[in-house]
Antibody
């Protein structure tokens, strides 16, 4: 059973870059036709899809965040990562990583809270 | 971007009763619609994909229907563990973004 786990700083200063890593266990990140996604959720609010990556390196990003987002993959470590630049308080949220098959997020990490504050 | 609208925002239901949740898309998404359940402090869990196919391990009391722009999630007899927030998500448009509804909270009446 595949499992995902987010990791990274819980506090980021405004204007800096948020960096998170998702470690995949229970299976190879390179196997199957899966994309690997990031989704976020501000406190008390709904879900926002950030973007995704295939193990070939092909990416799709939410146009609302595209200018600030970079998603990368390290198949040797079975990990993929999120970088979000120039953060503001509006980027404070729980960030989830998920496995995406044709747009369906079947497996999710537990989520990690990132607070943007000085 | 396809906008997903869920109704109602909150649904008050007694245990054992049926709950019917609605999701509307701003344009057709065919059957490329998923439903997720989220409990407090937990990640969302996939319930339904393809508008009507239950995910692995999901009880038969959960059913999905619809296509195009109108979708329904039905919980036939609410159990205590079903009180949660439910989100719909479309994955039809190419390229992404995939978009979610704002959620329906199912609470105990």
């Amino acid at each position: 059973q595949v499992q995902l786990q987010e990791s990274g700083p819980g506090l980021v200063k405004p204007s800096q870059t948020l960096s998170l890593t998702c470690t995949v266990s229970g299976g190879s990140i390179s196997s199957g036709s899966y994309y690997w996604s990031w989704i976020r959720q501000p406190a008390g609010k709904g879900l926002e899809w950030i973007g995704r990556i295939y193990t070939s390196g092909s990416t799709n990003y939410n146009p609302s965040l595209k200018s600030r987002v970079t998603i990368s993959v390290d198949t040797s470590k079975n990990q993929f990562s999120l970088k979000l630049s120039s953060v503001t308080a509006a980027d404070t949220a729980v960030y989830y990583c998920a496995r995406d098959l044709a747009g369906i997020a079947s497996h999710w990490g537990q989520g990690t809270l990132v607070t943007v504050s000085s | 971007e396809i906008v997903m609208t869920q109704s109602p925002a909150t649904l008050s239901v007694s245990p054992g009763e049926r709950a019917t949740l609605s999701c509307r898309a701003s344009q057709s998404v065919s059957s490329n619609l998923a439903w997720y359940q989220q409990k407090p402090g937990q990640a969302p869990r996939l319930l339904i994909y393809g508008a009507s196919t239950r995910a692995t391990g999901i009880p038969a009391r959960f059913s999905g229907s619809g296509s195009g722009t109108e979708f329904t999630l039905t919980i036939s007899s609410l159990q205590s563990e079903d009180f949660a927030v439910y989100y719909c998500q479309q994955y039809n448009n190419w390229p992404p973004p995939w978009t979610f509804g704002q959620g329906t909270k199912v609470e105990i009446k």
